[in-house]
């Protein structure tokens, strides 16, 4: 009988869009964060690739807005989990 651990979420809150999703639970996560270039007095926007995982309940696919939230190390690059979609 195998064990499950539950995973709790905890550490930052952050919002992105699905750009690509896995049959291994696992979806990738484009987030947007603004950047301030002191030479020119003005943000920059910038887009960071997050690995996260997708449980079966919430099952988000490609295009969706989703909330993720930072966990324990899942695997060697999963520390995000999708708590929950925002817009289909």
């Known amino acids: 009988m195998k064990k499950i651990k539950k995973i709790t979420p ?4 952050l919002i992105g869009k699905v750009i690509k999703k896995d049959i ?7 987030v ?3 950047n301030y270039v002191r030479k020119y007095e003005r943000y920059e926007k910038r887009m ?3 690995r996260v995982h997708n449980p ?3 099952n988000a696919v ?10 324990r190390p899942i695997s060697k690059t ?3 989990i999708i708590i929950e979609v925002i817009k289909k």
Do not use: M, P, W, Y
């Open 32 to 34: 947007e964060h603004l």
């Open 48 to 50: 960071s690739k997050i």
């Open 78 to 80: 999963k520390h995000f």
């Open 62 to 71: 490609i295009g969706d807005t989703v909330r993720i939230q930072e966990t």
């Open 10 to 13: 905890r550490g930052r809150v």
């Open 24 to 30: 291994s639970k696992t979806a990738t996560v484009q």
């Open 56 to 58: 079966e309940n919430i």
